[in-house]
């Protein structure tokens, strides 16, 4: 919350720090770098506010919590930045019609290099909180600004261009790059949003780690095997679900007490968690698996496991 608070604070900076350099340049490139810091700026303020919700708990109407807020924010970021390319694209091809001179390159640099600095610094702060507390919102806000930062150094570099050649056709060039490269960016904020909504499984170092926590049960405990993994992730939390087999002789207490164990490593294992078994004698099948089974020809998902984990 305090990051994306001082990413509204940086973002309205660079505003000024950006248009300032394009008003005293005429630079199309130094233009396009600030459009899309006003893109950074709505991107922050709504992720903040999804974020915001996203730490609302669980209720009557959202038995599962409100985590997956944050992805909204993740597709709307994206799609304010592919708004900004194609106004960008807009603004370097009549730049490429009809090139101009530019003025006070020194003013307009040192500006956008001072942004660029401001917007790198938060980025990588971002990052790293944002791999720390699994939050979505923050990694796109963080990824947003790194794209700033390359933009910024793109239309850098095509001014230096300008200045020692003359070219003035580089500004336009540079900055339709500029464009195609936040697209980019953009289409990959969006489907990422796209794949979250979607109960995306857990990465794959996440489900290793789970399956080796039921290995160890099962070979802890001869007799009981798991199976029927499902996994989902939703922005900063993520759900596992399965089935735990044990001889049909065991105590209802036996099994609850073994049950509460295997939740809390695999909770421990992947921190976020929330683990669900559901407790069943061996051989049994539950009856949506048994409909599944009658179904010819239905593919196995990447978030399910129909195989017995066991030694």
């Known amino acids: 919350m305090v990051l994306l608070r001082l990413s509204i604070g940086v973002a309205l900076l660079t505003i000024v720090l950006k248009m300032g350099a394009w008003w005293f340049s005429g630079s199309v490139g130094l233009l396009s770098d600030g459009l899309e810091s006003f893109v950074n700026l709505a991107g922050a303020v709504f992720a ?12 009557t109407g959202h ?18 930045i592919i708004g900004a390319a194609l106004a960008i694209v807009v603004a ?13 390159l020194g003013w307009g640099m040192g500006l956008s290099l001072l942004s660029a600095l ?52 580089l500004d336009g060039a540079v900055a339709l790059l500029v464009a195609l490269h936040i697209l ?12 979250g909504l979607m109960d995306e499984a ?25 199976d ?22 065991w105590s209802l207490g036996k099994a609850a007490t073994l049950r509460r164990q295997v939740e809390e490593d695999l909770m421990a294992a992947v921190p976020g968690l929330q683990a669900t078994l559901e407790i069943l004698p061996q051989g049994v099948e539950t009856a949506f698996e048994k409909s599944l089974k009658g179904q010819a020809g239905t593919p196995a998902t990447s ?8 030694p």
């Open 118 to 169: 401001f917007n790198g610094a938060l980025a990588l702060v971002m990052l790293r909180a944002a791999r720390v507390h699994q939050s979505v919102a923050l990694e796109a806000d963080a990824r947003h600004l790194l794209t700033d930062v390359w933009t910024s150094a793109g239309v850098l570099l095509a001014l230096v261009g300008v200045w020692l050649t003359g070219w003035l056709w």
């Open 92 to 104: 370097a091809v009549l730049r490429l019609r009809h090139p101009q001179p530019l003025q006070a």
């Open 303 to 310: 978030t399910s496991r129909n195989s017995p984990i066991e």
């Open 63 to 80: 038995p599962f919590g409100h985590s997956k807020a944050e992805y909204f924010s993740s597709g709307f970021e994206g799609i304010l």
């Open 184 to 195: 980019k960016e953009g289409g990959a904020l969006v489907w990422q949003a796209s794949q």
């Open 48 to 59: 903040l506010w999804m974020l915001t919700i996203a730490q609302r708990p669980a209720d």
């Open 202 to 226: 857990l990465e794959p170092t996440q489900l290793a780690a789970l399956e080796a926590v039921l290995q160890r049960h099962s070979q802890a405990h001869p007799g009981i095997y798991f």
């Open 228 to 249: 029927a993994l499902a996994t989902r992730s939703a922005g900063q939390r993520s759900f596992a679900q399965l089935h735990m087999h044990l001889p049909a002789q």
